[in-house]
């Protein structure tokens, strides 16, 4: 059944954006609503990603941890998936890559696009 399905209709988070030079007191808020935000520039490229973990991480390190640019602690490199990918092989990716998470793009048509990191 998850190879009939793929995973733009199972993709169940809207896009949440940030910018590089935000700092993590200003994501916050989006990241007590989700658990990650994607963070592109000023043209909408994209140049990482930025999860709660990553912010509780430096809530417990650094006093000043809301003055940290968001740019110093995203993952820039990000495994993503085009959009047409199947829901068993999206699974089997994540397993491999030990991650909870994959970027999905694309157009809603599915055009396709290589995989990368």
């Not at 140049?47 to 968001?70: N, T, Y």
């Not at 998936?81 to 397993?95: E, F, G, Q």
């Amino acid at each position: 059944m998850l190879r009939n399905i793929n995973i733009a209709k199972a993709s169940i988070h809207p896009l949440v954006r940030a910018w590089p030079d935000d700092t993590l007191g200003d994501i916050q808020e989006k990241l007590c609503k989700h658990n990650s935000v994607v963070v592109v520039d000023t043209v909408g490229h994209f140049k990482g990603i930025i999860s709660h973990k990553d912010v509780v991480r430096q809530m417990l390190a650094r006093a000043d941890w809301k003055e940290i640019p968001v740019a110093e602690v995203m993952t820039t490199k990000v495994l993503y998936v085009p959009n047409h990918v199947s829901l068993a092989d999206a699974a089997k990716i994540m397993l491999e890559a030990e991650i909870h998470q994959l970027v999905v793009t694309g157009p809603p048509e599915g055009d396709a696009l290589p995989l990368a990191y």
